[in-house]
């Protein structure tokens, strides 16, 4: 709990103009669902800390697509269902948040998510009610967040203009990572339905990304958990292609966040990760392994601190990645673009249910 007795920590909640319940209230919401993940140490809930000058930090947050879509809906003239409200009040805490801390937002693959399901159209339109919400008086999120009133007014939202507006066709473009990250949750769906351990799945999918694929960090520690015994609900809610193509855009998500968290750390613009999601934070902490000792950890944990599954995967992997980076002709393996559209083809004939 922040100790709001100090001098300095209190002036800077005069000049912030909000009061220290308010802040502490909206912090407590956010931190409650563990939202924020970045590589950086400390108290990322403290909202204090981003307004340190000495830092020098200019911070930017890549939502998920579900928190993207409630704070786009906190900018609309539709009334929230009871069943909606504390997801809403979620993402109304998380934006009341970043405005006060002064993040900017990057919408990263969250767009391209939902263009790819309704439309670029409808992705054009979600990017401006996002933008309105967040030109917004935090004000208006807090209160929402914190349950003192049901729905936010239209006439109190920002008046946004539609300049520097994005071609909606753009955003239909399939981006070259959700392909590879397609293939990859494909590979793992059809490998969750064949009779044997989870271990050995998960050992002919390291061997499968060496031999006829290509590596993903994101894809490994989605597949090292979603094998082991303690898989989360909903990792891949079904066989059906929209199923699997929601795995593959978690997987983008992480992966377009890191690069972004990596190059932040030379140019201090910190890139935080705000989802809700356990599946895609748990990858999202794994990812950030910085040596051979955190990554034992991070992929033999998964299956038990000391389990000699996890440790047996890890010797696995750690053996057969470095025979194929020492492989000159590796690149030369890995599979064209139209090789990959031929696995897609033949990867989906083999595990979808459903055709969408």
């Known amino acids: 709990m922040p100790d709001w007795a100090e001098e300095e920590d209190f002036e800077a909640i005069i000049i912030l103009d909000y009061s220290p319940e308010d802040i502490f209230a909206i912090q407590e919401l956010v931190k409650s669902r563990e939202t924020l993940v970045a590589l950086l140490f400390g108290d990322m809930y403290d909202v204090i800390r981003y307004h340190n000058p000495h830092h020098g930090f200019k911070f930017f947050g890549y939502l998920d697509r579900n928190l993207y879509s409630r704070i786009s809906a906190l900018a609309t003239d539709r009334i929230f269902r009871e069943i909606e409200l504390t997801d809403l009040r979620w993402a109304a805490a998380v934006l009341a948040f970043s405005q006060i801390a002064k993040i900017t937002f990057d919408y990263a693959s969250s767009i391209y998510e939902l263009a790819s399901w309704q439309g670029g159209g409808e992705a054009g339109e979600e990017i401006r009610r996002f933008r309105v919400a967040d030109n917004s008086d935090p004000r208006l999120f807090i209160d929402f967040a914190l349950g003192r ?3 936010i007014p239209r006439t109190a939202l920002a008046d946004v203009t539609d300049e520097n507006r994005v071609d909606p066709a753009e955003f239909e473009k399939r981006t070259n990572d959700f392909r590879i990250n397609y293939i990859h949750a494909l590979k793992i769906t059809e ?3 064949q009779p044997t351990r989870g271990v050995d799945k998960m050992m002919t999918f390291i ?3 060496a031999n006829e694929f290509m590596f993903g960090s994101p894809a490994l520690l989605f597949a090292n958990r979603y094998f082991s ?3 989360f609900r909903r990792m891949i809610k079904g066989l059906s292609k929209r199923d699997i193509q929601n795995a593959a855009w978690d997987l983008t998500f ?9 190059r932040g750390l030379e140019n201090n613009r910190p890139a935080i990760l ?7 934070k748990d990858i999202a902490r794994r990812i950030t392994a910085e040596s051979d000792d ?3 950890s991070q992929l033999r944990d998964v299956w038990g601190r000391k389990s000699r599954e996890g440790q047996h995967i890890f010797n696995h992997y750690s053996t057969t990645s470095e025979v194929a980076l020492q492989d000159p002709n590796r ?7 139209r090789a990959q559209l031929k696995m897609i083809e033949t990867l989906e004939s083999a595990v979808l249910t459903v055709a969408n």
């Open 274 to 280: 705000m989802s809700g999601d356990k599946a895609v």
């Open 149 to 151: 009133t049901n729905e």
């Open 331 to 337: 690149r030369q393996k890995v599979p064209n673009y």
């Open 294 to 296: 955190e990554l034992i």
């Open 254 to 262: 992480v992966q377009i966040w890191r690069r972004a968290a990596l």
């Open 229 to 231: 015994p303690n898989r």
């Open 207 to 209: 061997d499968w990304m």
């Open 191 to 193: 490998l969750s339905r």
